[in-house]
């Protein structure tokens, strides 16, 4: 029998079989992709906190007491009350002992020679309202990996912010943290000041009653969406203390009534980051939790689960009792 010149191929349903089963296997590839680079992302951050922990361990081994969670200004006496370092964070006072030493002597030198006209040599921001706008602290937008989530791709960038005091203000550039120091129940001027990173206020070890082993002292926080919120060299949060930019409370209903979010929202819980509710509350990209750091060093993995035994965790000096979490 003669050849007929004819060879064989694929039917179209053959073909869509072998494209369907293609898609399946790209589909779990990717979705193991995925699970990779959230596991690396965790321990990434983990290893960021150890790293935090010890740096705030040695500032305590040297001053005797950690760094205030904020150094608050008085709106009724001018920002420069509390001398140079006004709306400095506790991240900030910590350069030096997380190999940032050049930064800090520069900012410290900044923060001491009077730049502008008004005479507000500590306000960290620069005079953004007056024109030509008075250059703003050196650190205030350098990004730092040691406050960066990799979870979170915004946080390894700057921003350019307008004024919330000025709408015709100079924008300024920030940088920012996925880390905010845990200030007790909330870190308002209302609030009790119960935590270990309060504003104006520096906790000794001896001032940690509950135990180092149950006392939160740095949790994780995204910015919010809009980048207002969650600046790491210096922020005066909502209200002026550092709330919401640089500390956070585990209960924040009066910042969560500030922005019109429901009470709800004042509680540890899982968050988005296009929800700007979701700002006044600790939670992570991580998914089922968020990593925090205690006072005794530990770094440790909290689901959500734990949300009712946070308010206890986040106070030095509560005297509750905390059973398992």
Known sequence: ???????????????LVVLAIMAVLLGLLLAAVQRARMSADRITCAANLRQIVTALHTYHDD???????????????????????????????????YEQVSLYQEADAWARTPTNPDQLRWWPWGAFWQTPPTPPNPALNIPMKLWQCPADPRVGGTALEGSTFDPNAHPVNVAFTSYLGVAGTAG??????????????????????????????????????????????AGAGYDGSGDGDVILG???????????????????????????????????????????VFADGAVRFLDYSAAAVLPALATRNGGEVVGDF
């Open 63 to 97: 001053w005797h007491a950690f760094p205030p969670g904020v150094i608050p200004g008085d709106s009724t006496k001018g920002p420069g009350v509390n001398g140079p370092y006004t709306y400095w964070s506790w991240m900030a006072r910590l350069m030096p002992y």
């Open 188 to 233: 308002d001027y209302l609030g009790p000041r119960d935590g270990v990173l309060n504003w104006g206020f520096a906790c000794r070890m001896e001032d940690i009653t509950d135990g180092k082993s149950q006392t939160l002292i740095v949790g994780e926080r995204p910015p919010s969406p809009d980048l207002e919120f969650g600046w790491w060299f």
């Open 250 to 292: 585990a209960i924040e209903t009066r910042y969560a009534a500030a922005l019109g979010c429901p009470a709800s929202k004042a509680g540890f819980q899982g968050g988005t980051i296009t929800d700007r509710c979701d700002q006044v509350h600790f939670w992570s990209l991580h998914g089922s939790g968020a990593h925090f």
């Open 1 to 15: 029998m003669e050849p007929t010149g004819k060879r064989a191929g694929f039917t179209l349903i053959e073909l």
